[in-house]
């Protein structure tokens, strides 16, 4: 009991268990009288709490003092030792775990004997290790014999036990005992499981149907780990027939634990779109981990309750010679569910597409779609409403072709049968002329006729035309167009093609002739769009005026054509000059139509062209020099050297024949006209003068009498 008061300025008592401070002064009454006790100084170890002393304090720990003072004096016996010791040490399964022992005694630390102990599973203490002042060692024959070490030797209130490579069996209490005093400290290890892994139901789950979800499991954790189940981020609670976690624990051969749960509950539909996971807590040093598993989705089986349909292509506004698409879909996935397409008169297609090509205006009309339930036979069905637009041929009045007279007015339509609204455009050699389903023609002209086109369109849907087409003939006098030239220069012997290209509806007739009168053969004639082109082909001889007539039922009109004849440019050419000198006679060759004379001289042979004459002329008097014409001349300029050689042989041909006549009457080299005679009739075969033509190989002979000989009597 108490007696007096505190008999010490103040004390510090360390109590772990409460983690409180005390500052009291005690007295304990012995058989010899009261006798004050100071508890000694304490400075607190490793692992103990250091608390400054307090009033409060003193007044919280008051009354428990007094009852272990009682305590103490009712069994009559002072404890001497105080042990001091954690309440637990955590450690990795494989790593060193320390266990502290500290200590004060009232008389002194040094010397004490200390002993280790565990607590086996059935409850009983096992000694590891002792320590007094003569010896200590480590015991044999238990699981720690070769494992455990002590460190101190409790001289300055600390000893130290350390456990290697400690394992899961080490999970037990240690004791560590200290004269009459022992503290206790329970060793936790611990392991981290593998990362945990989930696994959904494979096959899908009809609605309403109670059926397993899926599977999570975690493996070799120690402690054992805990799985929860999440659905889109919120935990899963059980509920009696709609939902249930069913976890089973597994002891590995290692001692670790892998944890399965697995989670069945009642499927709605709104469980489509759900995710599940599961997360796993376990323990470690000093604290609590989680992870978590990847995300789940599951398949639901629900029946529909609505059909859609609709045309998946063309998109928008559908056309004849289209191909169409429909798809069918219900808002169900019932595998037993049988899609089917239902059209026109009684057609059925089964599955969820249907494919029409080239569609006309008689495929417009509503579709069904249907879905039935092979196992409950239970049926919904949709529909839409499919419409063909079509556009009809274009029709043109007047039909084909038409006939304005010219000056007047001519009016046509266009109209083409449709289901939208049309546009409609006409068009003459690809240029457009009017806008509108009629096509008005004002005071008509050749110009007017020609092909009309009209193009019908619907401008909602692109690539939706159609077109017709007019032929539009202008009757009336024909008209020839301006020809390129009418003025024509050519050389002699050419040809010269003349062209007329008329216009006129009826088309036109074409009569060439020349200013004298002739009728010229056309060389060809072409009938046109316009009316007609006739082209004709003249060879040149001399000057010629041509006339193109055209004419029809309603006129006639004409174009003059001047072909002027040029006379062609020599071309020089190389010449030959062939001489003959007998003794006594000479030759001449002489073309044909002309007229011989032989004289008696030496002259030289000359060949001479066409239309000439040739004179003999005596030798002795005269020698002939004739010009050298060119062997080989174009035929164009043939004319005018054959009239300068012609009147070169007269000339020629003269001045002989003077000649001869005076040699007759002797007043030429004193002879008589007789002698001369006489002389004349010996040699007159042998004076012959030969006119030759280039272009003829008759040769013509002329005595000096003028008969005619053969060039065989030559």
């Known amino acids: 009991m108490l007696a007096g008061p ?3 300025p103040s004390c510090i008592i360390c109590l772990p268990a409460l983690h409180r401070c005390s500052s009291l002064c005690l ?5 010899g009288g009261p006798v004050p006790v100071r508890l000694p100084p304490y400075t607190p170890q490793h692992g103990q709490l250091q608390c400054p002393p307090t009033t409060m304090a003193a007044r919280d720990t008051s009354s428990l003092l007094v009852g272990l003072l009682v305590l103490f004096h009712t069994w009559g016996a002072w404890a001497g030792v105080e042990v001091n010791m954690e309440d637990r040490v955590e450690v990795y399964r494989g790593e060193t775990a320390q266990i502290t022992c500290m200590f004060t005694s009232f008389d002194g630390v040094s010397g004490m004997p200390i002993q280790w102990f565990y607590t086996t599973r059935s409850g009983n203490k096992q000694r590891i290790y002792y320590q007094n002042s003569t010896k200590n060692g480590v015991d044999g024959g238990t699981p720690f014999t070769d494992r455990i070490s002590v460190n101190g030797t409790g001289a300055s209130g600390e ?11 080490d999970e037990l209490e240690f004791i ?9 400290t329970q060793l936790k290890v611990f392991e981290t499981p593998g990362p945990p892994s989930i696994e959904g139901v494979q096959t899908g789950i009809s609605v309403n149907e109670y059926s397993k979800i899926g599977t999570c499991e975690v493996k070799n954790g120690f402690p054992k780990p805990n799985i929860a189940w999440y659905r889109n981020n919120t935990p899963l609670r059980a509920v009696q027939n709609v939902l249930k976690m069913v976890p089973s624990i597994t002891t590995e051969s290692s001692g670790l634990f892998s944890v399965k749960s697995e989670l069945s509950m009642t499927v709605r539909k709104e469980d ?7 997360e796993v807590t376990y323990f470690v040093p000093g604290g609590l981990r989680m992870t978590e598993t990847n995300q789940i989705n599951i398949t639901v089986y629900y029946p529909s309750t609505a059909v859609s349909v609709w045309v998946e292509s063309p998109k928008g506004k559908i056309k004849e010679g289209d191909s169409i698409e429909l798809h069918c879909n219900g808002n169900g996935n019932m ?7 239902s059209y026109g008169e009684g057609k059925t297609l089964e599955g969820n597409m249907l494919v029409l090509d080239n569609v006309t205006r008689l495929n417009s009309g509503v579709y069904h779609c249907s879905s039935m339930d092979t196992d409950t036979f239970e049926e919904v069905s949709g529909n839409t409403t499919v419409f063909i637009n079509y556009l009809d041929p274009a029709v043109v009045m007047p039909k084909d072709s038409a006939v304005v007279t010219m000056g007047k007015e001519f009016k046509a339509t266009c109209n083409a049968l ?4 049309t546009h409609t455009v006409w068009f003459k050699d690809e240029v457009e002329v009017s806008v509108g389903h009629s096509l008005i023609l004002k005071d008509a002209t050749f110009d007017t006729a020609g092909t009309y086109t009209c193009v019908v369109t619907v401008p909602e849907i692109e690539g939706m035309e159609t077109s017709g087409t007019l032929d539009v003939n202008v009757q009336g006098p024909p008209q020839i167009i301006n020809p390129d030239f009418t003025e024509v220069k050519k050389s002699l012997q050419e040809m010269v093609d003349l062209s007329c290209n008329v216009r006129g509806f009826p088309a036109p007739s074409v009569i060439w002739s020349t200013s004298d009168g002739k009728i010229l053969k056309t060389t060809s004639q072409t009938e046109t769009k316009e009316g007609v082109e006739s082209v004709v082909s003249i060879k040149v001889t001399a000057d010629i005026t041509a006339f193109c007539n055209a004419s029809n039922d309603f006129g006639n009109d004409a174009v003059t054509f001047n072909i002027t004849a040029t006379k062609p440019t020599p071309t020089p050419a190389a010449t030959t000059t062939s001489s003959t000198i007998p003794a006594t006679t000479s030759s001449t060759t002489i073309p044909d139509n002309t007229s011989s004379s032989t004289i008696p001289a030496t002259t030289s042979s000359t060949t001479i062209p066409d239309n000439t004459s040739s004179t003999a002329i005596p030798a002795a008097t005269v020698k002939a020099e004739i010009p050298i014409l060119p062997k080989k001349i174009k035929k164009e300029g043939n004319g005018v050297i054959i009239a300068v050689i012609i009147i070169c042989i007269l000339l020629l041909a003269i001045l002989g024949s003077v000649l001869y006549f005076l040699y007759k009457k002797g007043k030429i080299c004193g002879r008589s006209g007789k002698q001369d005679l006489t002389k004349e009739k010996t040699s007159k075969d042998n004076i012959v003068v030969e006119m030759k033509s280039d272009s003829t190989e008759e040769a013509v002979l002329l005595g000096v009498n ?3 000989q053969s060039p065989r009597t030559q």
């Open 335 to 341: 595998p037993s569910s049988i899609l089917s397409f």
């Open 159 to 169: 000893i130290v036990l350390t456990i290697n490579a400690v394992e899961l069996e």
């Open 6 to 8: 505190p008999v010490c």
């Open 27 to 31: 007295s304990y009454s012995f058989p």
């Open 272 to 278: 489509k779109d759900d995710l599940f996971y599961c």
């Open 176 to 184: 560590c005992s200290i004269k009459t005093g022992e503290g206790r």
């Open 706 to 708: 003028g008969d005619k």
């Open 418 to 421: 449709s289901s939208l609204q």
